[in-house]
């Protein structure tokens, strides 16, 4: 089965800090994805990654930024977090070519900013 | 402007009824559709999936129908039970240039199935 772990599940920061979220995969998929779900926007693509150290931005990247060092982690960096960033953040991966649309989701890290 | 829209923010169905998710697209260029489940505090998982050259992909209790020409698929649940309640969202791709290889999603439906 496939993993996709986050390092937190919930986590509280105050406005101004730097936010590091990590997300690993055990399954050496190619291409790894940061969402973000609120109510009534659905998940809402922030940046993507289709190999390592490349990136894309997805539909809302203001305000984030990512690294991908190794293929098996992607990180969502916040770099001064503001109230509007609270959200549920999801990590995703899947395989690059042959099934590449099944991407397999993280349990989620809830971020609230003060 | 939503490519992908899942008009039905909710849904309510009683236990061993059939419960159908509508989604409609707007992109002829969709080629593959997917259809995740999630739970409240979880990340989505994969439910099913189904590629434009087919019409109906079928597993266990959980079908999926595309209707091409009308730019529409739905999922069908028989017999619904309470643990199918969740959101439900569908999503859909192209094959874009290079790597862009992203999925366009619904805003999802919250399916409650009652005992």
């Known amino acids: 089965d496939v993993k996709v772990t986050q390092s937190s599940r919930y986590l509280v920061k105050r406005t101004g800090e730097k936010v590091f979220l990590e997300c690993v995969q055990d399954?050496?998929?190619?291409?790894m994805f940061w969402y973000r779900q609120d109510p009534g926007l659905g998940l809402r693509l922030i940046y993507f990654?289709?190999?390592?150290?490349?990136?894309e931005k997805g539909d809302i990247p203001e305000g984030y930024s990512v690294s991908r060092e190794k293929k098996e982690r992607f990180s969502l960096i916040l770099e001064s977090a503001s109230t509007n960033q609270t959200s549920m953040y999801l990590c995703a991966s899947s395989l690059k070519t042959g099934g590449w649309e099944t991407q397999y989701f993280g349990p989620g890290t809830r971020l609230l900013v003060l | 402007d939503q490519q992908v829209k899942q008009n039905s923010p909710s849904l309510s169905v009683q236990e061993g009824r059939i419960s159908i998710l509508n989604c409609d697209y707007t992109?002829?260029?969709?080629?593959?559709f997917l259809w995740y489940k999630k739970y409240p505090a979880e990340g989505p998982t994969f439910l099913i999936s189904?590629?434009?050259i087919k019409d109906k992909n079928e597993d266990g209790r959980f079908t999926v129908f595309l209707n091409k020409s009308a730019k529409h698929l739905s999922l069908h649940i028989v017999p619904s039970q309470p643990g199918d309640s969740a959101v439900y969202f569908c999503?859909?791709?192209?094959?874009?240039?290079?790597?862009?290889?992203?999925?366009?999603w619904g805003l999802g439906t919250s399916l409650a199935v009652n005992p």
């Open positions: 992109n002829s260029m969709f080629d593959y």
């Open positions: 999503a859909a791709s192209a094959e874009g240039a290079g790597n862009n290889r992203k999925l366009i």
């Open positions: 189904i590629s434009s």
């Open positions: 990654s289709y190999d390592v150290k490349m990136k």
């Open positions: 399954m050496d998929h190619e291409n």
